[in-house]
Structure formats: C-alpha cells, structure tokens
C-alpha cells in the first residue's frame, strides 16, 4: 500500500519542480510564506472551496475563494495561469483586494504550457496533466505602470461532469489497483489534485477549507478537522497544515468517532452493522498512533480515519486511509497494512517528499511497519521478510529492470517495487545496525521535528542520521547504496581448517565480491556442535578479504551474511524457487496440456494469450514440445503435461502429483475442487524456473491465474476453487554463502 501524493493515480515527479529553492518570498495575510519559484512569480496559499456533488448525474459545481499571493511589482500585464479539468466550464470570475473589487478577465486555452508554470518543465513527467487545460487570469486594468496586488482573493466558480471509469493497473503484481483520474458516482466519490477539480497552480504546500453539498445519507472526508455547523446543514474540513493536494471523498458513510489524546479517531464504512469490525479498527488506530507517537513523535494531525472504498485501494492520505471494500475486511489488514497507512502520517504526509532526488519513504514505512511488525512476532520472521525482499530484488530486476533509489517516485510494477520499497528498506536495516536501535530512532525524530511539513531529500535524511558519527552517509552511502544502481555480489571464496597439535584449529576463509565493488560491513558466523555460535563484522572495501582465525574447537559450519542482513544480489541457490522467479522471467513459454477437457484448455489458452499481450511469450501444446527443448526464459505449463512423469526428478521430496490427489508436506488434497500452482527450478536453464498449475475448471483456472501475483513469495499454492488453503516454501538444503564440515569420525 502506498501514500497518496501529487497526480491522478500514482505519484508524480513534477512536484519536485514546485518545492524548490525559492526565488523570492514574501508573508501572506494568512502568516504563511509564499514561494515565488516560478514565471508567474506568484502563489495560491489558501483555498477556501464550497462544493456541490451530484452522484446521479455525476456533476460537480464548486466554488474556490483562493487567496492569491504576488511578488512585489508584478506587471499588471503578466498572466496567473492555472489548470481545472477539461470537463469543468468556469461560470465566472471575481477579485477583491484590500476590500475593494478587482476586475480581472480569463482566457481559456485548449491544452496547457507547461512553462509558464516551471522554469525547466519535466516533459516526460507530466502526461498526467492531459485531461487539464489551462486558464490565463489577467488584470482587467493592464497599463504599463499598473502591478499585481501583492494580496487579493479571487472566486472562481465552475460546474461540471467528474467521471473517469476505473481503469485496471497497467500490470497485475502484488499491490496493484483500479485507477481512476476522479470520478462521482452512486456509489461514491473520489476526487484529489490529479482530477483538476480545483484551480491548480502547482504550489509549495498550502492550507485549506472545504465545505461539500452532498445527498442525504452522503457523508465527505478530506483532510483536517471536521467542523460540524449548528444545523448539521453542512460539513466543513478545516486543514490548517500544509497540504500538496486537497481531497472530496464522499459516499454513503456511517461515521464512529472516539478521542484519543486529543485526536478524534473516526472510521467511514457503509454498513450499519460494522460495529466489530469497526471496534477493532478504532482501538488498532489507537495503539499505532501511541507506537509512532512514542518511536518518532506526536502526531500531526487532529484525527486519522479509516475511509471505506467502494472499489479496492490501499492508500494513504494525510490524516486518513482510503481501503477497499473487500480490503477492509481482509482479516490480516489490521496488523499488517493498517500500520503502513498510518506511519504515512509522519513518513510522506507529515514530512514531505522531494521528489527530485528521489523518494526516500516508502521504503522507511516499510521498515518502520511492515517489517517491524515481523521483527517483534520473532527473530525468524523477521529474517523471512529479509529473504524474500532480496528475492524479490533477484527476481524482478533482470535485463535491464534495475535503477538507482534516486530515479525513483513511484510503485507502478514489480521491478519498482523491489527497488523503491525492497532495496530502500533494506537500507534503512543497514543504518540501524550501523547507528543502534537508540541512534536510528532517534535520528528519525530528530529528522521529523525538523522537517515536519517541510520538503526533504535524501541528504536531509542522512545528513541527519550521520549528526554524532564518523559516517559518510551523504558521500560515500549515498553515492553506493541511492545513486547507483545494482547490488553487491558476494561469495564464501575459500576455507581452510586445520587442526593443530594442541587441539586447537586454524580456521581460514577468503570473501570475494565481484564487480564493481562495494564498501560493506559483513556479518560471518560460525556454529559448532556444541555451545554458542560465534557473530562478527568484517569490513570488506575491495574485491577480497582473507583472515585467519585461531578456534578452540572444531566448527560446524561458517556462513557468510546468515541471517540476510546485507543488501545484495543473492545467489539463486541461496533461496527456494518461488512464483516471483516466474513473474519477473524476461520471457515465458506456456505448454497447454492436451490431454485435458476443453474447458481447461481454453481457459489455459485464454490465460496464455493476456499475459503474453504484456510480456514476451510463446504458447505451445505439449503434444508438440518436450521438455529438453524449452532452452529459453521460464516456462508456465497449464494443465498435467502428458509427459509430467519426465518433472518427478524435479519435484521436492514429499510432493507427489497422483490421478485422484495432490500430496504436498504430508497433506492431502483431493484433484477434484483444488487447484496446485507450484514452482521448479528449470531443469535446463540456470536462474529460470517452470511453473505448473494444475486445475479443475477452466473457471478456477482463471481465477487462481489472477491471484499469482499476490503470492510472489511461495513456492507453491492450494486453492479450493479460488480460495487458498495451503502454502509455502520449498527448503534450501546448500547454500554457496554457507560452507559445512562434517562431523569427525
């Protein structure tokens, strides 16, 4: 799940643009600071937006009172240009300043020019502006002597029809959603900063409040308080921390509400019988806000709110997460995801991101959430989440796929994912290690104090964490780790024991890492038969590192990076096939099975042909390949080969693929209602992998296909026709990053 930022369905780079070093500054009205960093020299610092929402006709009519900052001596003759959606029809236009009228005219063009917004405009970032056109505000009065007022308020009016249909990610991978630019329907509305369904000028962060007109039995959300007038006529969300972007959710809500040290904790569900479920939300939202209150400092809003989505998302607002229907109910949400969306708080919402280096958050919420949730269930879990977030990184950056943590804004693939939320957490791991439990949290709340509702880099971050250290995080890390792309490669060399005459051995051992080469910090281990394991750190700068080390008794094994602390390129052997290995192959074949109803063959044509339309593919059936010939990528049979006796020498010992049953780890499932999808190492291609899924309806073949994605980590999967029932992980039974003496005669 991700933090909602700037455009209509994922983040946008372009911000980066707006939150600049400032060309000049000057106090509003309203004690804010404008930022003049662009042609206009002027800025939007407060809207004040009285809105009208229509769900039947799917019409917007609003009203935005923007009060409107100028630098000093401004021509009267310069534009103050803004985008609104193309669908929108601007019924007019009024000005006051200093409590007289104003007489402005607008022009309306067909598209937009991106620079009268930016000085050196990111063109390839900004399609997302496409349904947006641009509205050039003059002075009625434009004489060559005449300025801009330094302070006016201008009332823009409009009305229109907000209806971009839900579009499916461009790629099926773990936490992909429906898109939608805004839209208002029936079933609810959503529209944020990439719909235009305000006057937008690409400003530093403003404040705001909103007013919405909505059906009876409708509930809004946005960001700030909510201030409820004495009618209960209308809802008005008062949001005095700056904002990127101004949210109108609405829909058919039931609002619970508690307070918590002064922060009103709400949900938004649209049932009336929620009361458990949303008991459980309320009282989680209360102790994650205690944990980051306690780890990182207080926070910065005045409520969090769970908000119920009409179709499945999982993002995060500021002061409210926005989860699907079907999200919501997930029983696993609560102490996994709901934690991320709420450290979004601080990390994304609370301190802001400056999108031109980079994005540095996502990866610390990861680390701050989803893996220290992992980390206090126990040390293995934990040491679980590494792997599979380095096998991620293996499997979904071949050919090309890897970038540096600086080039990255946004998820929108698995590839992107690895890099920006696995690659980043991973990071942060190696900090904390490096600076101590004490020191990394309180690096991060000294970063948050200073930076709250402000832009950072990830200089800022590191410069921060380096403060009382002789690290070179902003030199040195930063040019490995952030700026390059890539990962260290390392392997256990060579070992030597010798056993001495005084009964002692001499242990040597040689690390080797390819490359280019990396400053790391490489924890080594060595276990004996008996009594406790032996853990240190060996710095390795160059291509090798050789040492000699004298041991009281024989060892049983030597592991290199044992517990995956280090991030880095993991050897294959290191870890077990998994679907992941499939779904980041840079070309797949499918083999149909004949020998299988039509039903079956069909749907494993039809499942064939979607996903070679988004990746190289071939399909074959498999009465015209065999398996020696499949010499290229990762292949996905579907359906029982005719051939599948020549896979046994592949299969794990205890998985066994009989005509009535399924025997995997001792359990039985019987052929008729399950689905197996499982992965092997390929027989004849080094790093690939050959999936096989094995269904009992063509309908059940579809709809596990749709869910393999969600199950990247597993190496194999039962479903009861789309429900799983049983999962896991093959064992690594060698590793090269591990050498294992055995025992003495």
């Not at 799917?58 to 003759?77: F, K, M, N, T, Y």
């Not at 926070?299 to 409210?320: H, I, R």
Request: charged fraction near 25%.
């Amino acid at each position: 799940m991700s933090v909602r930022r700037p455009g209509p369905a994922a983040p946008a780079a372009w911000l980066a643009l707006v939150i600049a070093t400032c060309a000049g500054a000057v106090s509003s009205s309203a004690g804010a600071t404008a930022v003049f960093d662009n042609p206009s020299r002027c800025a939007f610092r407060h809207h004040r937006l009285s809105a009208s929402v229509d769900p039947q006709t799917a019409r917007l009519a609003a009203a935005d009172e923007i009060l409107l900052i100028h630098a000093p001596r401004v021509s009267a003759s310069a534009s103050t240009p803004f985008l609104l959606n193309h669908s929108l029809a601007i019924t007019g236009i009024t000005a006051v300043a200093g409590g007289q009228p104003v007489p402005v005219r607008w022009v309306e063009r067909e598209g937009w020019e991106p620079r009268d917004f930016w000085r050196r405009p990111q063109y390839a970032e900004l399609d997302e502006c496409d349904h947006a056109r641009q509205i050039d505000l003059f002075l009625e009065d434009a004489r060559p002597d005449r300025a801009w007022p330094e302070s006016l308020r201008v009332e823009i009016r409009y009305q229109g029809v907000v209806y971009d249909s839900l579009q499916p990610p461009a790629e099926n991978y773990q936490r992909g959603f429906e898109t939608t630019t805004g839209l208002i329907d029936p079933r609810g509305a959503y529209l944020s900063r990439g719909t235009f369904w305000y006057p937008e000028h690409f400003d530093q962060p403003f404040t705001f409040e909103l007013t919405a007109a909505v059906p009876d039995g409708w509930e809004t959300i946005s960001q700030g308080a909510r201030i409820t007038a004495p009618s209960h006529a209308a809802i008005t969300w008062v949001c005095e921390q700056p904002m990127e972007e101004i949210y109108l959710i609405a829909g058919p809500y039931v609002i619970r509400e508690e307070i918590h040290d002064g922060v009103a904790i709400q949900t938004f569900t649209y049932g009336h019988d929620d009361e458990e479920l949303c008991r459980r939300y309320l009282d989680a939202t209360r102790d994650y806000l205690e944990l980051y209150s306690g780890l990182i400092g207080p926070y910065p809003f005045a409520k969090f709110a769970l908000v119920e989505n009409f179709w499945q998302t999982g993002y995060g607002m500021p002061s409210f997460t926005l989860l699907g229907d079907k999200v919501v109910r997930l029983p696993w949400i609560i102490s996994t995801s709901y934690g991320h969306e709420i450290l979004h708080n601080w990390w994304g919402n609370g301190v802001f991101v400056d999108w031109e280096s980079g994005n540095w958050c996502e990866g610390l919420t990861v680390y701050g959430a989803d893996y220290l949730y992992k980390e206090r269930e126990s040390a293995e879990a934990a040491r679980d989440y590494r792997r599979t977030t380095l096998q991620g990184y293996l499997d979904y950056t071949r050919s090309g796929r890897d970038f540096p943590l600086t080039e990255f804004r946004e998820r929108h693939d698995a590839s992107s994912a690895a890099i920006g939320y696995g690659k980043s957490m991973m990071l942060y791991h190696m900090l904390r290690r490096r600076l101590g439990d004490d020191g990394f949290w309180k690096a991060l709340a000294d970063f948050y104090r200073e930076y709250r509702f402000r832009s950072a880099d990830w200089d800022d971050l590191l410069g921060v964490m380096a403060r009382g250290t002789d690290l070179d995080l902003r030199g040195a890390f930063h040019e490995q780790w952030i700026a390059r792309d890539g990962a260290p490669s390392l392997r256990l060399a060579a070992t030597d024991l010798t056993p001495r005459p005084d009964g002692t051995y001499e242990l040597r051992y040689e690390i080797e890492q390819t490359e280019p080469v990396y400053a790391l910090a490489v924890p080594v281990r060595l276990t004996y038969a008996d009594g406790p394991a032996e853990t240190w750190t060996v710095h390795l700068d160059g291509r090798t590192f050789a040492e000699t080390r004298r041991l009281a008794a024989r060892p049983r094994a030597l592991a290199i990076d044992p517990d995956f602390d280090l991030f880095r390129r993991l050897h294959r052997a290191e870890v077990p096939a998994a679907l992941s290995q499939l779904a980041g192959a840079d070309s797949v074949s499918f083999v149909i099975a004949a020998a299988q109803n039509e039903d079956l063959a069909a749907a494993g044509r039809e499942v064939a042909a979607e996903a070679a339309r988004v990746d190289p593919a071939t399909v074959v059936a498999d009465t015209d390949i065999v398996l020696p010939d499949l010499r290229a990528g990762s292949a996905w049979w579907l359906g029982e080969p005719g051939w599948l006796a020549s896979l046994t020498e592949q299969l794990p010992a205890g998985v066994r693929i009989e005509r009535q049953r399924f025997v995997i780890e001792g359990r039985e499932f019987d052929r008729a209602g399950h689905t197996l999808a499982l992965a092997l190492p390929h027989p004849n291609v080094r790093d690939e992998a050959i999936g096989l899924l094995i269904a009992f309806d063509g309908e059940s073949l579809r709809g596990v296909w749709r869910k393999l994605p969600h199950y990247g980590k597993y190496s194999y999967l039962v479903f009861a026709g789309t429900q799983n029932v049983a999962k896991g992980v093959w064992d690594v039974e060698r590793s090269p990053m591990v050498m294992i003496w055995d025992e003495e005669e």
